[in-house]
T-cell receptor, first 114, second 114 residues
Framework: GAGVSQSPSNKVTEKGKDVELRCDPI?????LYWYRQSLGQGLEFLIY????????KSGLPSDRFSAERTGGSVSTLTIQRTQQEDSAVYLC????????????FGDGTRLSIL | GDSVTQMEGPVTLSEEAFLTINCTYT??????LFWYVQYPGEGLQLLLK?????DKGSNKGFEATYRKETTSFHLEKGSVQVSDSAVYFC?????????????FGTGTQLKVEL
């Protein structure tokens, strides 16, 4: 079956531009997570969606970052006015529900800010 | 807040050697513990997990035991293979604060040589 799908796989953009990263979770998974993997910070939690509940945004590093999840499925992570420190691999994961079940990760989007 | 500490890499071993990667954690509640693996050019994959004290997770010859008294979850394998070369991440999820977000260690790169 299909795993977590992320697009694009690579994105290069100029400083100051906005970017949108997409995540298509495994069908039927109600929980969706975004993480960031960067050289200086390791793997960091960004945001968590569970069903129709209000998302946990506690990991978003600044108000330039936002995320939406439409229809309980696809999610988009938006970074406005990108900065060089935003360069990282952005990972999406999903799990059947928001318990201690394992999270299934996509291959990530490698974002490079010039 | 929650944190995970794992040994610095890279760890370089000869094939068939014994592997230990140390992991200790700090959490406010009763976390579940995980080891994830990232093979070269691939996404994060769950390797094994344990959800309560004294549980042992195992997969592909790897084992880790949840030790509450020492707040540890060390990864072990009796005989490593070249194909085990990867980056290994220890992680915890703690529902105390709500949600199921993962807190990761910094990762340990393992290189296995013939």
């Amino acid at each position: 079956g299909a795993g977590v799908s992320q697009s694009p796989s690579n994105k290069v953009t100029e400083k100051g531009k906005d970017v949108e990263l997409r995540c298509d979770p495994i069908s039927g998974h109600t929980a969706l997570y975004w993480y960031r993997q960067s050289l200086g910070q390791g793997l960091e939690f960004l945001i968590y969606f569970q069903g129709n509940s209000a998302p946990d945004k506690s990991g978003l590093p600044s108000d330039r970052f936002s995320a939406e999840r439409t229809g309980g499925s696809v999610s988009t992570l938006t970074i406005q006015r990108t900065q060089q420190e935003d360069s990282a691999v952005y990972l999406c994961a999903s799990s059947p529900k928001g318990d201690h079940g394992p999270q299934h990760f996509g291959d990530g989007t490698r974002l490079s800010i010039l | 807040g929650d944190s995970v500490t794992q040994m610095e890499g890279p760890v370089t071993l000869s094939e068939e050697a014994f592997l230990t990667i140390n992991c200790t954690y700090t959490a406010t509640g009763y976390p579940s513990l995980f080891w994830y693996v990232q093979y070269p050019g691939e996404g994060l994959q769950l390797l094994l997990k344990a959800t309560k004290a004294d549980d042992k997770g195992s997969n592909k010859g790897f084992e880790a035991t949840y030790r509450k008294e020492t707040t540890s979850f060390h990864l072990e394998k009796g005989s490593v293979q070249v194909s085990d070369s990867a980056v290994y991440f220890c992680a915890l999820s703690d529902r105390t604060g709500g949600g199921n977000k993962l807190t990761f260690g910094t990762g340990t790169q393992l290189k296995v040589e013939l």
